[in-house]
Nanobody
Framework: QVQLVESGGGVVQPGGSLRLSCAISGRIFSINVEGWYRQAPGKQRELVAFIASAGATNYADSVKGRFTISRNNARNIMWLQMNSLKPEDTAVYYC??????????????WGQGTQVTVSS
């Protein structure tokens, strides 16, 4: 069983910063892709950023230059550093991992989400 747990959400004023963390545990042999998604009220869940196995990163246009995704070497912790936050960044943020267990079986898992609210 794979478990992802987010932390670090909260309320911040526009222009402020937050750092989200995601802890990953369970039967994982290798992680192929780790990413952050978000979902605002009444909107579809959207990709914010991801980091692939070789280290390549990708960001949504709306957060480029403001957000940074990173991970530790064991790939069981990842972060999303969010700077220059805007009210439109308000959403529930979810971490996601695409991985394989020791038998090579593909797995995709989600955290339960952490609320980020940007308001003056």
């Amino acid at each position: 069983q794979v478990q992802l747990v987010e932390s670090g959400g909260g309320v911040v004023q526009p222009g402020g910063s937050l750092r989200l963390s995601c802890a990953i545990s369970g039967r994982i042999f290798s992680i192929n892709v780790e990413g952050w998604y978000r979902q605002a009220p009444g909107k579809q869940r959207e990709l914010v950023a991801f980091i692939a196995s070789a280290g390549a990163t990708n960001y949504a246009d709306s957060v480029k230059g403001r957000f940074t995704i990173s991970r530790n070497n064991a790939r069981n912790i990842m972060w999303l550093q969010m700077n220059s936050l805007k009210p439109e960044d308000t959403a529930v943020y979810y971490c996601n991992a695409k991985s394989r267990n020791e038998l090579g079986t593909f797995q995709e898992d989600w955290g339960q989400g952490t609320q980020v609210t940007v308001s003056s």
